[in-house]
């Protein structure tokens, strides 16, 4: 069940999904993205809301692959 409310759990689980995917640690795209490690921990968690800005940042770093 689970009450509605924001969509924070689902864009934290597909931010860790492609992160996973992209094998990137929370710590890479903490720091790219210029949040705290544990901030990018509580977004992956859904345990706090995360800026448009932040959001941004994070897709931007995790679209852009590193594969030459």
Request: overall charge positive.
């Amino acid at each position: 069940g689970g009450r509605g409310g924001g969509g924070g759990k689902k864009i934290g689980k597909k931010i860790k999904k492609i992160r996973l995917e992209k094998e990137l640690t929370q710590e890479e795209i903490a720091s790219a993205a210029e949040i705290s490690l544990s901030h990018m921990s509580n977004i992956e968690t859904a345990k706090t809301k995360v800026s448009l800005i932040t959001l941004a940042k994070i897709s931007r770093i995790l679209e852009c692959t590193h594969d030459e």
